[in-house]
């Protein structure tokens, strides 16, 4: 089984510029979550799918972040302008339900650093 | 106080010891705790996960659940040099329901040869 896909692996840019990311959950998976992860820290969420339905976005950066899930399978988030304090890790994961016993699976995350 | 709280290391254990990784949390609501293993530049990868009190085992993990006194730790006995990496506490449910992860910051374990 493969799983949860992430493009690009790397990204670098200057700042004020826009970037964005790619992701394919395990397949049959309905619930995607993208996650930022600072150095030294834990995952932290930034938005929640269950299929194409955005059931918690309340710590994603609305004035600049923004995501879609328009089919329900895969995903992108964008950063329009990207800031210095942007530069992390933008993990993917999924999981096969929405309940809390359910184990969410990581893809191999996209590190982006803006200079 | 954080939702979630770990030492964050580094443990240091010899090889073939026990490696005894602790996690406490704040959300007396929580219903299901996990641990990841994350090596150096890459992803989190699930190892353990447990919900009732008391112990799970799978292969030389043992994962603890407490709930009254809201702690959960992860054994890992026979440590192996390839055990090194940070190990993330995750819990979920709670208030804020749904299946929201929240991380600890997770502890760097060092298994010496």
């Known amino acids: 089984e493969a799983g949860v896909v992430q493009s690009p692996r790397y990204k670098i840019i200057e700042k004020k510029q826009p970037v964005a990311f790619w992701c394919n959950p395990i397949?049959?998976?309905?619930?995607l979550y993208w996650y930022l992860q600072n150095l030294g820290q834990g995952p932290e969420l930034l938005i929640r799918?269950?299929?194409?339905?955005?059931?918690?976005d309340s710590q994603l950066p609305k004035d600049r972040f923004s995501a879609e899930r328009l089919k329900g399978v895969d995903s992108t988030l964008k950063i329009q302008p990207a800031e210095l304090g942007d530069s992390a890790v933008y993990l993917c994961?999924?999981?096969?339900?929405?309940?809390?016993?359910?184990?969410?699976?990581f893809g191999p995350g996209t590190r982006l650093t803006v200079l | 106080q954080k939702e979630v709280e770990q030492n964050s290391g580094p443990l240091s254990v010899p090889e073939g010891a026990i490696a005894s990784l602790n996690c406490t949390y704040s959300?007396?609501?929580?219903?299901?705790f996990f641990w990841y293993r994350q090596y150096s530049g890459k992803s989190p990868e699930l190892i353990m996960f447990i919900y009732s009190n008391g112990d799970k085992e799978d292969g030389r993990f043992t994962a603890q659940l407490n709930k009254a006194s809201q702690y959960v730790s992860l054994l890992i006995r026979d440590s192996q040099p390839s055990d090194s990496a940070t190990y993330l506490c995750?819990?979920?449910?709670?208030?804020?329901?749904?299946?929201?992860?929240?991380f600890g910051t997770g502890t760097q374990l060092k298994v010496e040869l």
């Open positions: 994961a999924s999981s096969l339900v929405a309940a809390p016993y359910n184990e969410q699976f």
């Open positions: 397949s049959g998976h309905n619930t």
């Open positions: 995750a819990v979920n449910g709670g208030a804020g329901g749904g299946n929201k992860l929240t």
């Open positions: 799918y269950e299929n194409e339905e955005a059931v918690d």
């Open positions: 959300d007396r609501g929580s219903q299901s």
